[in-house]
């Protein structure tokens, strides 16, 4: 009985990869989405004026340093 339960579960993580890779090949966007998609151009606009400090940027927008350090990196 195990082993026919494990060939089972074999067959079923085969078909989830294949699947996830047809969506991959389709262009279809895995993944948790990023929170503050809409509010890129905006954070990357108070982050190149100048006229805001970090600080600003992060309490107005709601992200972590980390994530609009990542951000700012990721645009370079």
């Known amino acids: 009985m195990?082993?026919?339960?494990?060939?089972?579960?074999?067959l079923i993580a085969d078909r989830t990869k294949e699947g996830l890779s047809s969506a991959k090949s389709r262009?279809?966007?895995l993944g948790r989405p990023q929170k503050f998609n809409d509010k890129k151009e905006t954070i990357l606009q108070m982050y190149n004026s100048n006229d805001y400090s970090i600080n600003d940027i992060i309490n107005t927008t709601g992200i972590s340093k980390t994530t609009l350090y990542r951000l700012v990196n990721a645009t370079k």
Do not use: I, N, P, V
């Not at 195990?2 to 074999?10: I, V």
């Open 2 to 10: 195990h082993g026919l339960s494990q060939f089972e579960r074999d």
């Open 27 to 29: 262009g279809a966007k």
